[in-house]
């Protein structure tokens, strides 16, 4: 199948700090592009919605200048969570639409610890 | 997005039973999606339904696409212990709706030796 991969797989931070987090498809060119935030024991939450050379479609109640998505390439989309507080940290993955556009492919994650 | 209903929440069983779970979900979705989850990974893709009644077998992985278009079974025979994980059920509407993935709650599966 479809490898999407992320980096960093774990990243702390301090409070107050920026961090950036990348998804890339390996295999394939993904125009579209997904990032999730899980909780523990919860299901995937969608935040936002990456088009290749366009602006991110957030979800309602996901802040735009918070957490900053850009698409600047078929294969890379990157998350940066600004201004990160201990309530951001979560699990983000990433995960970029199939040729076929029936399938989504996901990364592994990126586990974000804010201090 | 919407969420699905899920269930079960969790199962706890003995290697070499057979699992069933389901989804449903009060809209119609045009895909329907089964992942799994291991701790601190992302999710697997392990079978994709295209069509409302389609039966679709992956080894010892078996899935349903309701034919009402609103629900979906994932069942597995002889489970082995490297089966624990998370399952999540998803519904892709698709170009109407970006694309974008309506899933479920989760089942969390326990095998024990």
């Avoid at chain 1, 991969?5 to 993904?30: M, N, W, Y």
């Avoid at chain 1, 899980?38 to 200048?65: C, H, I, R």
């Avoid at chain 2, 009060?26 to 799994?36: A, D, G």
Wanted: proline share 4%; aromatic share 10%.
């Amino acid at each position: 199948g479809a490898v999407v991969s992320q980096h960093p797989s774990r990243v702390i931070c301090k409070s107050g700090t920026s961090v950036k987090i990348e998804c890339r498809s390996l295999d394939f060119q993904a125009t579209t592009m997904f990032w999730y935030r899980q909780f523990p024991k919860q299901s995937l939450m969608l935040m936002a919605t990456s088009n290749e050379g366009s602006k991110a479609t957030y979800e309602q109640g996901v802040e735009k200048d918070k957490f900053l998505i850009n698409h600047a390439s078929l294969t890379l989309s990157t998350l940066t969570v600004t201004s990160a507080h201990p309530e951001d940290s979560s699990f983000y993955i990433c995960s970029a639409l199939g040729r076929s556009t029936d399938t989504q492919y996901f990364g592994p994650g990126t586990r974000l610890t804010v201090l | 997005g919407q969420q699905l209903n899920q269930s079960p929440q969790s199962m706890f069983i003995q290697e070499g039973e057979d699992v069933s779970m389901n989804c449903t979900s009060s809209s119609i979705f045009n895909t329907w999606l089964w992942y799994k989850q291991d701790p601190g990974e992302g999710p697997v893709l392990l079978i994709a339904l295209y069509k409302a009644g389609e039966l679709t077998s992956n080894g010892r992985l078996t899935a349903q696409f309701g034919i009402t278009r609103k629900d979906s079974f994932l069942n597995i025979s002889a489970s082995i212990p490297s089966d624990v994980g998370i399952y999540f059920c998803a519904g892709l509407l698709g170009s109407n709706s970006g694309y974008a993935l309506n899933f479920g709650k989760g089942t969390s599966l326990l095998v024990t030796p």
